[in-house]
């Protein structure tokens, strides 16, 4: 088979188009703002979502923030910091039953990870940011009984505030995630 100059010509420029275009995404997180973060890789239907975290920008390109696969819950405020759950393995329970707890969350903004939380239970059954990203709020439970309700400083992680999520007078950055 002869292959002609100028179809090597083109396959090479092709080659150094797709590179070009995977290069331009490397430090992306440091400059562009996310508007959006989805779970893939997961396998469909599967309940909760883990995977690995895609964040879109506003200009509407994409990049993977995480390789691992044990990522889900992802968020994103409107100020373009991100947030997503960490699944630990797979773990027994005396009842006959796997639960995969996924009590740790990474907050992430402008290129670099401005905390790291551990949640008070074993369980992130929500959570998401409030006050445009300066604040973000847990929904956390153990394998069995009620749930806690947190409310963390963005930038540093700091447990604000906590109520039980039966309560009855729950603070109002509380009531969405209320049992």
């Not at 994103?76 to 005396?94: H, L, M, Q, R, S």
């Not at 402008?110 to 939380?117: D, E, H, S, T």
């Not at 153990?142 to 309560?167: C, M, N, R, Y």
Request: aromatic letters at 8%.
């Amino acid at each position: 088979m002869k292959t002609s100059f100028s179809h090597l010509s083109l396959v090479a420029w092709l080659l150094l188009q797709v590179t070009a275009a995977a290069t331009d995404q490397k430090g992306a997180e440091a400059t562009k703002t996310p508007v959006k973060a989805v779970v893939v890789g997961a396998p469909k239907d599967a309940e909760p979502s883990i995977g690995n975290i895609q964040v879109t920008y506003r200009d509407g390109t994409t990049d993977h923030w995480t390789t691992k696969g044990n990522a889900g819950l992802p968020r994103v405020a409107p100020d373009g910091t991100v947030g997503w759950t960490v699944f630990g393995p797979e773990t027994k329970i005396p009842a006959s039953y796997t639960l995969r707890p996924n009590n740790h969350l990474v907050i992430f903004r402008a290129g670099k990870v401005l905390c790291r939380v551990e949640a008070g239970l074993m369980t992130v059954e929500e959570w998401d940011f409030i006050e445009g990203g300066a604040k973000f709020v847990v929904k956390t439970r153990g394998h069995h009984g009620p749930a806690t309700i947190e409310l963390h400083d963005t930038v540093t992680g700091k447990l604000i505030s906590s109520a039980q999520a039966f309560a009855e007078n729950l603070p109002e950055w509380a009531v969405p995630y209320r049992d």
